[in-house]
């Protein structure tokens, strides 16, 4: 039996919606549950309370035919897709509430043979972790069948496309589908082939977690070489750009790109599931989050040593979003290092310049030094430019502006 009657999606953020959208488009009934009004009112007008690209159309044209509807109660289906958001709570150990919660709300549905597949983030033994939450509620029902009580299939498929072009990696990339048994991965499979064009890797489902997180790990691992060479090359009076890319012509070598920090809710979150679950055996993984959480810091000095030569100096940041041409600041290093500029020089004035954004975030309109402007006019009042994402607006800048200022630029846009 293919599960796809009718797909409820709970959680319509960042993943989804999209992924919602994408099997509504693809001739699937969806349900989208979400416990935000802003977020259930904007899908069934057919928006999109933030930018994707791509996703706006798949979810305007789901809905003006039917196919897609979001509401705050969860529903009776025959899957359920849980991409809901895991933070850290302290210690780095996943919060697994809202995973819990997105669980307690299905259990009462649950009518027996229905597919439950958790795509949010999760440290290893969380699908488990969440089978077992429905089992011991439900006496009823069974993973196997066994004493003839009806089946509940379990599986892992984490998501893992790139913010910016999640409606192509949607479809472009392979899946990794990890069922607490062979059937509820074969189940998963089936569902996942109505839109995924590429190859749908079966496994476990603790082996699907790892994945994901060994991914993510990978990547920060990397980029925190990079970073670590950007400090090493300042020390040593060198460009850390010029460095990589001679370094890059190597057949063996593609060292990443440094910057002022790892920012979003992946990178800078998934590494820490790991090192919490296995603390004494992750030593390198930790090692890499402490060396990008700290780049931040290694920026607010490099302006701290030029501020100080001004007395009420004018700094523009350039670029509040976690990466290029998002609005997404989550866990953004530009706004962090922004927000501690202006809190720790409160001489200085802060001109934040974020072209994908229309007004200031609470955490900086709170501030009294600090305005939201555009790239023009940030730099020709500044006297310090900070550049913190490479934005394509940035990279087209004139840079007859940046004469006689001071520029830290963390991307190496403007070599
Ligand atoms: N960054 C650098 N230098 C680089 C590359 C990235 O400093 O050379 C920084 C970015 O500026 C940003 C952070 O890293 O602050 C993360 O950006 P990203 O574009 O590398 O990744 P995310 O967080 O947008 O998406 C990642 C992706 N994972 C991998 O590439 C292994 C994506 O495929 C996942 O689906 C996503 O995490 C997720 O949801 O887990």
């Given at each position: 039996?293919?599960?796809?009657?009718?797909?409820?999606?709970i959680g319509l953020g960042y993943i989804g919606l999209p992924t919602a959208a994408i099997l509504a488009s693809n001739g699937v009934k969806v349900i989208g549950v979400d416990v935000s009004d802003l977020h259930v009112d904007a899908v069934n007008r057919g928006e999109v309370p933030f930018i994707e690209p791509d996703l706006a159309i798949h979810v305007a044209g789901a809905v003006s035919q039917g196919m897609l509807s979001a509401q705050k109660n969860t529903p009776q289906a025959s899957t359920y897709i849980v991409a809901v958001p895991t933070p850290f709570k302290d210690g780095y150990a996943a919060d697994l509430s809202y995973i819990e919660a997105?669980?307690?709300?299905?259990?009462?549905?649950?009518?027996?043979?229905?597919?439950?597949?958790?795509?949010?983030t999760s440290p290893p033994g969380a699908t488990e972790h969440m089978a077992k939450r429905v089992l011991d509620a439900r006496t009823d029902l069974s993973l196997d069948g066994?004493?003839?009580?009806?089946?509940?299939?379990?599986?892992?498929?984490?998501?893992?496309?790139?913010?910016?072009?999640?409606?192509?990696?949607?479809?472009?990339?392979?899946?990794?589908?990890?069922?607490?048994?062979?059937?509820?991965?074969?189940?998963?499979?089936?569902?996942?082939?109505?839109?995924?064009?590429?190859?749908?890797?079966?496994?476990?489902?603790?082996?699907?977690?790892?994945?994901?997180?060994?991914?993510?790990?990978?990547?920060?691992?990397?980029?925190?070489?990079?970073?670590?060479?950007?400090?090493?090359?300042?020390?040593?009076?060198i460009d850390v750009f010029e460095l990589i890319e001679l370094s890059n012509k190597h057949p063996r070598v593609n060292i990443l790109q440094p910057g002022p920090g790892v920012g979003g809710h992946c990178i800078a979150v998934d590494p820490w599931f790991i090192v919490s679950a296995v603390p004494d055996e992750a030593r390198l993984i930790r090692t890499a989050r402490e060396v990008n959480d700290n780049k931040p810091e290694v920026v607010l000095g490099k302006v701290k040593e030029r501020a100080d030569r001004f007395k009420n100096p004018v700094i523009a940041t350039l670029g509040l979003a976690f990466k290029p041409d998002i609005d997404d600041l989550r866990e953004s290093p530009?706004?962090?290092?922004?927000?501690?500029?202006?809190?720790?020089?409160?001489?200085?004035?802060?001109?934040?310049?974020?072209?994908?954004?229309?007004?200031?975030?609470?955490?900086?309109?709170?501030?009294?030094?600090?305005?939201?402007?555009?790239?023009?006019?940030?730099?020709?009042?500044?006297?310090?430019?900070?550049?913190?994402?490479?934005?394509?607006?940035?990279?087209?800048?004139?840079?007859?502006?940046?004469?006689?200022?001071?520029?830290?630029?963390?991307?190496?846009?403007?070599?």
């Open positions: 039996m293919v599960h796809t009657s009718t797909v409820a999606v997105a669980t307690d709300a299905i259990i009462p549905q649950l009518r027996g043979g229905e597919l439950i597949i958790l795509e949010s066994s004493e003839d009580r009806p089946i509940v299939h379990f599986a892992h498929c984490p998501e893992r496309v790139l913010p910016g072009r999640v409606m192509i990696e949607l479809v472009t990339n392979d899946r990794i589908i990890g069922g607490l048994t062979t059937a509820a991965a074969e189940q998963a499979r089936d569902l996942y082939q109505v839109f995924c064009g590429a190859e749908l890797h079966l496994t476990d489902a603790t082996t699907a977690e790892m994945a994901k997180l060994t991914e993510n790990s990978f990547r920060d691992v990397n980029i925190a070489f990079a970073n670590e060479l950007s400090v090493i090359a300042d020390k040593l009076g530009a706004l962090m290092i922004t927000k501690k500029l202006a809190e720790r020089h409160p001489e200085a004035t802060i001109l934040a310049v974020e072209p994908n954004i229309a007004e200031l975030p609470d955490s900086l309109a709170s501030l009294d030094n600090v305005t939201l402007t555009d790239t023009e006019d940030a730099i020709s009042r500044a006297d310090i430019v900070v550049l913190l994402v490479d934005h394509k607006e940035f990279k087209n800048t004139d840079r007859a502006l940046l004469i006689e200022k001071a520029v830290i630029d963390t991307r190496g846009v403007w070599r």
